[in-house]
């Protein structure tokens, strides 16, 4: 069987279908335009080197420190919180989520991987200030269950 990431390829990015899975390489959630609350919360699966990306089309992410980038990726490690509250401008009403894992080698180095492999995600759930994803995690054979992750927003005050 082809892997997904080869599939990708075939479609030029766009959402294929894998048993009763409508699989995607990110997704494109469409939320208030504003700034918003958005919550990302790991509930199930995989413990570390697992993580979300998280960015607005067209607006920023508010870091730890106070500045701003386009995105941020949300790492799930057993010395890290399982939720993760970020401000986020949406200019464009549209919020850009993605799974993304780490491949740790022999001699110590670290790559962080995001769209190789099987690290794909289908939606699981979803109402209008809510998502609920299944994230495979790219090594190996396409589990949509290694990792459940939720992304919630909120309009801020």
Same mark, same amino acid.
């Given at each position: 069987?082809?892997? #997904?990431?080869? %599939?990708?390829?075939?479609?030029? @990015? +766009?959402?294929?279908?894998? @048993?009763?899975? *409508?699989? +995607? +390489?990110?997704?494109?959630?469409?939320?208030?335009?504003? &700034?918003? /609350?958005?919550?990302?919360?790991?509930?199930?699966?995989?413990?570390?080197?697992? =993580?979300?990306?998280?960015?607005? &089309?067209?607006?920023?992410?508010?870091?730890?420190? $106070?500045?701003?980038?386009? =995105?941020?990726?949300?790492?799930? =490690?057993?010395?890290?919180? *399982?939720? *993760? !509250?970020?401000?986020? /401008?949406?200019?464009? $009403?549209? #919020?850009? !989520?993605?799974?993304?894992?780490?491949?740790?080698?022999?001699?110590?180095?670290?790559?962080?991987?995001?769209?190789? $492999?099987?690290? /794909?995600?289908?939606?699981?759930?979803?109402?209008?200030?809510?998502?609920?994803?299944?994230?495979?995690?790219?090594?190996?054979?396409?589990?949509?269950? /290694?990792?459940?992750? %939720?992304?919630?927003?909120?309009?801020?005050?």
């Amino acid at each position: 069987m082809k892997s #997904l990431q080869y %599939e990708f390829i075939e479609t030029k @990015g +766009q959402p294929i279908k894998r @048993g009763a899975y *409508d699989v +995607q +390489q990110r997704c494109f959630i469409k939320v208030p335009h504003g &700034t918003l /609350e958005v919550t990302v919360r790991f509930l199930t699966g995989l413990k570390e080197d697992v =993580g979300i990306r998280i960015g607005p &089309t067209v607006g920023w992410v508010e870091l730890s420190d $106070g500045s701003h980038a386009n =995105g941020v990726t949300i790492w799930r =490690g057993p010395d890290l919180s *399982d939720e *993760d !509250v970020r401000k986020v /401008e949406c200019a464009a $009403g549209e #919020l850009e !989520v993605w799974n993304v894992y780490r491949v740790k080698y022999k001699d110590g180095s670290i790559c962080e991987n995001e769209w190789t $492999g099987n690290a /794909e995600m289908v939606v699981l759930s979803q109402d209008s200030a809510a998502i609920r994803f299944g994230c495979s995690s790219g090594p190996g054979d396409f589990n949509p269950l /290694e990792l459940i992750v %939720e992304v919630k927003w909120r309009t801020c005050k």
